[in-house]
Nanobody
Framework: QVQMVESGGGLVQAGGSLRLSCAAS????????MGWFRQAPGNEREFVAA????????NYADSVKGRFTISRENGKNTVLLQMLSLKPEDTAVYYC????????????????????WGQGTQVTVSS
C-alpha cells in the first residue's frame, strides 16, 4: 500500500509555471506506475500524465503535451509534475495516483486502473 500527499499548487497567471510534488510513503513505491489526474468543478476527473516504474516511459494527455513534464525520484519516493505555459483551462484540483499494474499491460490513462490516490492540490490559472 502507498499513501501520497500532493503539494505545490497555487494561483498563477496565464503563461506562468508551477511544479507539483507528490510525496509517497511505502517501501514499494518504485513498483508503482504513478499518474497525475485533475478535476475541474463540474467535470469528470481526467488524465494528465503517467510514468513507469523507472521513469523511462511516460504518457501525456494531448491537452498538456509539450507543456507538462512528469518525472519521478524513486530514492526520494517523489513524483513531480512540471507545468509550463499554464492556461486558464488548466485550473483544477490535481491528484497524484498509484497503480500496482505493469506499464504497458494496462491503460495508464484510465482512472479506474489506479488503486491509491492523494487528497489533491488546487491549481488556479488566472487570465
Amino acid at each position: 500500500q502507498v499513501q501520497m500527499v500532493e503539494s505545490g499548487g497555487g494561483l498563477v497567471q496565464a503563461g506562468g509555471s508551477l511544479r507539483l510534488s507528490c510525496a509517497a510513503s511505502g517501501r514499494t513505491f518504485r513498483r508503482y506506475v504513478m499518474g497525475w489526474f485533475r478535476q475541474a468543478p463540474g467535470n469528470e476527473r481526467e488524465f494528465v500524465a503517467a510514468t513507469s516504474w523507472s521513469g523511462g516511459s511516460t504518457n501525456y494527455a494531448d491537452s498538456v503535451k509539450g507543456r507538462f513534464t512528469i518525472s519521478r525520484e524513486n530514492g526520494k519516493n517523489t513524483v513531480l509534475l512540471q507545468m509550463l505555459s499554464l492556461k486558464p483551462e488548466d485550473t483544477a484540483v490535481y491528484y497524484c495516483a498509484a497503480s500496482p499494474k505493469e506499464w504497458g499491460r494496462f491503460s495508464n490513462s484510465r482512472k479506474t486502473e489506479y488503486a491509491y490516490w492523494g487528497q489533491g492540490t488546487q491549481v488556479t490559472v488566472s487570465s
